[in-house]
């Protein structure tokens, strides 16, 4: 972590109100969606969408942006960086890979920091924006491209497309 990222931890720490990410209990949405999937099918799918690298969060970070840019648009003191100034080579997740590899525990969860995607997309942004940005973007987002990726991966899964990643899966857990 930097010292601009531990900066703004211990800035927010105390701040009980303070939570910056947008969650899918992706467990409920199946049960609702999906009521004939077990419970076994659907910890398969959310774990499918857990590890899947080619996950897209482009249409959660394009959901960001336009709250930003409509934030933006209230708000005269927002000077929004030029997007052309982000340093498309460089990727800090890299460092994060090997952090849960131990975790044998599963989450239901698929989680998007969105005070970290804002500092990372808007530097210029002022850091007193960044909750009331949170609250607009987590009040205001539409989560039905996330369902249909979700749906997506069900689909898969039942027309038998995973079935070699499953195999592989359940095999390092039994050799655990």
């Known amino acids: 972590m930097g010292a601009a990222s531990e900066r703004r931890a211990l800035l927010l720490e105390a701040d009980d109100d303070y939570n910056p990410f947008l969650t899918i209990d992706i467990n409920e949405y199946l049960i609702e969606e999906f009521p004939t999937l077990t419970a076994k099918h659907r910890q398969s799918v959310w774990h499918l ?3 899947d690298e080619e996950f897209d969060y482009d249409s959660i970070h394009d959901q960001i942006d336009d709250k930003v840019y409509e934030y933006a648009e209230t708000n005269p003191d927002v000077v929004l960086f030029d997007p052309s100034d982000i340093d498309d080579d460089y990727d800090d997740d890299d460092e ?19 005070e970290e995607y804002l500092q990372d997309n808007y530097e210029d942004m002022e850091e007193n924006e960044i909750p009331y940005l949170i609250e607009l973007i987590t009040y205001k987002f539409d989560y039905s491209s996330v369902y249909e990726q979700i749906d997506q991966i069900v689909s898969n899964y039942n027309d038998g497309q995973y079935d070699d990643e499953l195999e592989e899966i ?3 857990e039994t050799t655990k």
Do not use: F
């Not at 994060?96 to 969105?114: N, P």
């Open 96 to 114: 994060d890979e090997d952090e849960d590899e131990d975790d044998d525990t599963v989450e239901a969860l698929v989680c998007v920091d969105i």
């Open 170 to 172: 359940s095999e390092e």
């Open 49 to 51: 969408c857990q590890n």
